[in-house]
T-cell receptor, first 115, second 111 residues
Framework: NAGVTQTPKFRVLKTGQSMTLLCAQD?????MYWYRQDPGMGLRLIHYSVGEGTTAKGEVPDGYNVSRLKKQNFLLGLESAAPSQTSVYFC??????????????FGPGTRLTVL | DAKTTQPTSMDCAEGRAANLPCNHSTISGNEYVYWYRQIHSQGPQYIIHGLKNNETNEMASLIITEDRKSSTLILPHATLRDTAVYYC????????????FGTGTRLTVIP
């Protein structure tokens, strides 16, 4: 099992450019999440999904869009990147809430710089 | 979800037990205590969780006070590889399972 993988690992964008971050998991998890982590801070939830075809807003959703067309993939889009979106982005996945406990498995992160 | 309070940083000698405290005085009856850690630049890693009984696994032990207002994560024999930021998170088992991370405790294991 590869677990949770993220593509790309690094990216530099200019202000106004768009991009999509891809998260993939091979654990058949129902739930998937996108977090961002700014220097010296904990992770903050951007968007999440409780199943294929569903998405919901987290704590800091502005400037991002997501899609979950396939159960194993969760895409995070930036339509018009801004310097404030410079951050490390982590994807995570977990079983649904009926599983007993809610361990989240995290990917290695994508380091994004917006100039 | 209840808010948690942790010390900003701690040091521990290699081979000794590392005891990381967490206060969660507003925890409610259906909320669990979770611990994750984040080794430099990596994604967070689950360590352990509990409701009201003490828990132990291959990584650590979790001690929860009887009133559940605080807990301690114990790494019994800290190694240099345990140097990381440790997050104490309190949440219920319902909802979307999203985790609210604070700033955590930066544990440095000293040779």
């Amino acid at each position: 099992n590869a677990g949770v993988t993220q593509t790309p690992k690094f990216r530099v964008l200019k202000t106004g450019q768009s991009m999509t971050l891809l998260c993939a998991q091979d654990m058949n998890h129902e739930y998937m999440y996108w977090y961002r982590q700014d220097p010296g801070m904990g992770l903050r939830l951007i968007h999440y999904s409780v199943g294929e075809g569903t998405t919901a807003k987290g704590e800091v959703p502005d400037g991002y869009n997501v899609s979950r067309l396939k159960k194993q993939n969760f895409l995070l889009g930036l339509e018009s990147a801004a310097p404030s979106q410079t951050s490390v982005y982590f994807c995570a996945s977990s079983y649904g809430r009926t599983s007993g406990y809610n361990e989240q498995f995290f990917g290695p992160g994508t380091r994004l710089t917006v100039l | 979800d209840a808010k948690t309070t942790q010390p900003t940083s701690m040091d521990c000698a290699e081979g000794r037990a590392a005891n990381l405290p967490c206060n969660h005085s507003t925890i409610s009856g259906n909320e669990y205590v979770y611990w994750y850690r984040q080794i430099h630049s990596q994604g967070p890693q689950y360590i352990i969780h509990g409701l009201k009984n003490n828990e132990t696994n291959e990584m650590a032990s979790l001690i929860i006070t009887e009133d559940r207002k605080s807990s301690t994560l114990i790494l019994p024999h800290a190694t240099l590889r345990d140097t990381a930021v440790y997050y104490c998170i309190v949440r219920s088992q319902t909802g979307a399972n999203n985790l609210f991370f604070g700033t955590g405790t930066r544990l440095t294991v000293i040779p």
